[in-house]
């Protein structure tokens, strides 16, 4: 096979939006174009935000454009002073440009807004066949449209305008190509809306659909209370009235910028909790750090609330999710920098926002519960009662297995808990990063297993001669099951002793093989693990950008990056922030074995702040993926693996 011509022609350069129509998934989602609506709805929101904007309205149009229009103070259109253009074109056509930067003391444009790399409105172009923009602005009308991204009528003004009316109008006709549709779900687009007019109170968000006719429209002047008991209308088992507080960092103080804090409205339900969560209004709908934050202080302040009164009974070991789980709540924090994992922000990262939301909630819910005692006892009642229930069941599943389980292997660092379901072990890469995770973990739940080395291929090996090799031996001991087929996994699994297996190796192609390796086996001869969810692989950082203190507000910073992609976002956003470059330093992690303890449990093993890929199996993929398996595994795959590498090694990413 002759080999592709490799000269100054291949290097590829993407310029301008090319990146966002090259991988658009990078930026967005791409099943709906809701997200690149969104992205100019939290623009008129960010208006509103900073006490720029009364009234946003969004119209769907009857040929599937959608427009949004806000009265807040219209984008500025002089020239920018950089990029020499006018600077209404620069925010559409440029990533990582915006008002949304210079936030290191609260003063810029946009002090809290969801703006992370500032890619937002231009990606909205970058993926419409067309876009139009008109500014009213300091009494004159202003208008210019782009098509697939670029300029096609160049900024000009229009009209007049009224000059105390301001505002910025964009309509949007996303590119079918980008999408599996290009309809919007209504249902979505009104709960965002619904939202925008709940966190901000006052704030009047209107829908128009074109083709029905109809308009709906939000207001809350109640806020955050009035949606909450909106969503508990009806629910059994309402434990607690609502209970509404909010929290913000005055001037001065050490740990967190002037302005940054939370608000909430919180309830206790027998029927089951959950809720919303936002980031300077943008909807986190896979939760994140704030929400941990919000869980371990009104866990602190429950268990507190109990031992104060001597409502804790002896042998009842109260735990966050006893008083999480019934909790329902709206959360909506404000954060001087978010960091979100991926453009798209649906789940907040910032790892200062657990410490930020749980010290802001804490001292008022500690004085609601110690004024309101009758209503406090009630939901310690209920955690406590959750408490023995998971405690009950705990017992029943450890004398279950009781004496049927071997002895355990030596190097086994196991936890104190008898919960299978909330148990955790760890299958370390090798004896240093097994000692730093021993360390960092938390002994009452997590158990470390170092492996030493790789261990064996066994998709070939038939299952009476796995435990031949001592690392799956150790492995399936520690476990407590056998091998077994897919049909047997619910007998097999009946004396499983943690509820997640976590891989947690190197990020580089060492650990990437050692995972492949016990994926291998935990598919051929443990497929019950991955079939029941109870298989995930840690995702270590790479990266770790240190940021110097900026002055008594800002401190020192420790930002982890996951790849060399995070790494690079992570030094744009810190260089618009002006942050100067001697006081950046930026420092790659060799292995597991090369972090702290403390840097271990907060990037890795911390639930609160780490990052975990969940793995499973379905049935409608198991015969694909045991192709796969035989193919990267097979000892007489040889031939078919080159063939196969040959083909696809264009998309390999790898240090060479």
Do not use: M
């Given at each position: 096979m002759a080999s592709p011509r490799y000269d100054e022609a291949s290097i590829r350069v993407l310029k301008g939006l090319e990146p966002v129509k090259e991988r658009p998934g990078m930026y967005t989602r791409t099943d709906t174009p809701l997200h690149i609506i969104q992205e100019v709805i939290d623009n008129a929101a960010d208006e509103a935000l900073a006490g720029a904007a009364k009234t946003i309205t969004v119209t769907l149009h009857a040929d599937r454009s959608v427009s949004v229009e806000d009265d807040g103070r219209g984008i500025p259109v002089g020239p920018h002073p950089e990029e020499k253009v006018p600077t209404v074109e620069v925010v559409f056509t440029r990533l990582h440009a915006g008002g949304k930067f210079d936030k290191k003391t609260g003063g810029s444009a946009y002090a809290f807004s969801g703006g992370l790399h500032g890619v937002g409105v231009s990606v909205t172009n970058a993926l419409s066949k067309r876009l139009e923009v008109k500014v009213r602005r300091e009494g004159a009308t202003w208008a210019m449209a782009f098509e697939d991204g670029f300029v096609v009528e160049k900024l000009q003004k229009t009209g007049s305008a009224p000059a105390k009316q301001s505002g910025t109008w964009v309509r949007a006709w996303p590119d079918a190509k980008y999408f599996d549709t290009d309809r919007i779900r209504r249902p979505e687009l009104e709960h965002l809306l619904r939202a925008k007019a709940v966190l901000l109170a006052g704030l009047c968000m209107r829908l128009v659909d074109e083709a029905s006719g109809e308009t709906l429209e939000w207001k809350y002047e109640g806020g955050m209370a009035a949606y909450l008991q909106e969503q508990l209308a009806g629910e059994d088992g309402l434990v607690s009235p609502i209970v509404v507080g909010e929290s913000f960092v005055a001037a001065g103080d050490a740990l967190f910028a002037e302005g940054e804090g939370a608000s909430w409205a919180i309830?206790?339900?027998?029927?089951?909790?959950?809720?919303?969560?936002?980031?300077?209004?943008?909807?986190?709908?896979?939760?994140?750090?704030?929400?941990?934050?919000?869980?371990?202080?009104?866990?602190?302040?429950?268990?507190?609330?109990?031992?104060?009164?001597?409502?804790?009974?002896?042998?009842?070991?109260?735990?966050?999710?006893?008083?999480?789980?019934p909790l329902r709540f709206v959360l909506s924090t404000r954060l001087?920098?978010?960091?979100?994992?991926?453009?798209?922000?649906?789940?907040?990262?910032?790892?200062?926002?657990?410490?930020?939301?749980?010290?802001?909630?804490?001292?008022?819910?500690?004085?609601?519960?110690?004024?309101?005692?009758?209503?406090?006892?009630?939901?310690?009642?209920?955690?406590?009662?959750?408490?023995?229930?998971?405690?009950?069941?705990?017992?029943?599943?450890?004398?279950?297995?009781?004496?049927?389980?071997?002895?355990?292997?030596?190097?086994?660092?196991?936890?104190?808990?008898?919960?299978?379901?909330?148990?955790?072990?760890f299958l370390v890469e090798g004896d240093s990063a097994g000692g730093s995770a021993r360390q960092g973990r938390d002994r009452h739940f997590q158990a470390i297993l170092p492996l030493r080395g790789k261990i064996l291929n066994t998709f070939e090996v038939d299952p009476t001669q796995i435990y031949a090799n001592n690392e799956v031996h150790d492995i399936a001991v520690a476990l407590g099951i056998e091998p077994h087929a897919v049909g047997d996994a619910e007998k097999a699994l009946a004396n499983l002793r943690y509820g997640k297996v976590i891989i947690m190796a190197d990020a580089d192609v060492d650990g990437s093989h050692i995972q492949t390796l016990l994926l291998a086996l935990f598919f051929r001869h443990f497929p019950g693990l991955l079939a029941r969810g109870h298989i995930h692989v840690a995702q270590p950082p790479l990266y770790v950008v240190k940021v110097e203190a900026q002055g008594k507000s800002r401190p020192e910073r420790r930002l982890y990056a996951l790849d060399e992609g995070e790494r690079d976002a992570i030094l744009v956003k810190l260089a618009d922030e002006k942050v100067r470059e001697s006081a950046i330093h930026v420092g790659r992690f060799k292995g597991l074995g090369e972090m702290n303890p403390d840097e271990l449990r907060e990037t890795t093993m911390n639930p609160d702040t780490r990052r975990l890929l969940p793995l499973t199996v379905t049935t409608d993929v198991l015969a694909d993926t045991h192709r796969m398996f035989t193919l990267l595994m097979g000892k007489g795959e040889a031939s078919s693996r080159r063939s196969w590498m040959e083909e696809h090694g264009n998309r390999v990413e790898a240090d060479v």
């Open positions: 309830a206790w339900c027998e029927g089951g909790g959950g809720g919303e969560s936002y980031v300077n209004l943008i909807p986190t709908v896979e939760g994140g750090t704030h929400e941990s934050g919000l869980k371990s202080g009104v866990f602190e302040s429950v268990r507190e609330f109990c031992l104060h009164h001597e409502l804790l009974t002896r042998g009842v070991n109260l735990q966050s999710e006893d008083v999480w789980k001087l920098d978010p960091q979100f994992q991926g453009q798209t922000k649906t789940k907040l990262s910032s790892r200062d926002a657990v410490k930020l939301v749980a010290s802001r909630l804490k001292d008022p819910l500690d004085a609601w519960l110690n004024q309101h005692v009758e209503d406090g006892k009630k939901i310690a009642e209920l955690a406590i009662k959750a408490a023995v229930a998971r405690q009950k069941a705990g017992k029943a599943a450890e004398k279950r297995r009781g004496s049927g389980v071997a002895v355990l292997p030596g190097k086994l660092t196991d936890c104190e808990s008898e919960e299978t379901s909330r148990n955790e072990l």
